[in-house]
């Protein structure tokens, strides 16, 4: 096989869509993302594990948008939405979540993420925050972020087996 043809043969279906900078939004994007993956075969456990990172992701997003001024001082604006883009190569998927909120805070994806401590039968009392990041990095395989021209990019990939 050829360079060119190994080049050719690196994506096997590519989806994108727009989602509004809503919580109300996480359904849409639970099931867009297990639409376009379903269509190449994924599904279970898996699936599972790479929509709980995406939806979290997302929650994140949103969260920090909706929690104040952004770059210049201003407030969020109410037309913002996150675009996502669900790459399927052949072993893996590759989502990359964009926004246009706020910076991520330098050094928060400098480091693996683990989950913190706590009971799974005491649900009542599960720890307030650090939750988020533990999950993402226990739910796909390499996690990446950066920002240019004032977008946010978190890339999210799960290997398959």
Not at 8 to 19: E, I, L, Q
Not at 82 to 109: E, I, N
Request: hydrophobic letters at 40%; charged letters at 25%; proline letters at 4%.
């Amino acid at each position: 096989m050829s360079g060119q043809d190994e080049q050719t043969d690196v994506h096997v279906s590519c989806a994108r869509a727009r989602f509004a900078m809503r919580f109300d939004s996480l359904g849409e994007i639970g099931h867009w993302l297990r639409d376009e993956c379903g269509r190449c075969g994924e599904s279970g456990a898996w699936l599972d594990s790479f929509e709980a990172a995406v939806i979290e992701a997302s929650s994140n997003a949103i969260r920090h948008v909706l929690s104040g001024p952004r770059d210049g001082g201003a407030l969020p604006q109410s037309g913002l939405t996150l675009a996502l883009t669900v790459r399927h190569a052949y072993g893996s998927a590759v989502l990359d979540l964009f926004d246009g909120g706020k910076p991520v805070p330098a050094g928060v994806f400098d480091r693996r993420h683990e989950l913190p401590a706590f009971d799974p039968d005491d649900i009542v009392n599960l720890p307030e925050s650090g939750m988020g990041l533990g999950i993402i990095y226990a739910s796909v395989d390499t996690v990446e972020s950066r920002r240019r021209l004032g977008i946010n990019r978190l890339r999210l990939v799960k290997h398959r087996g």
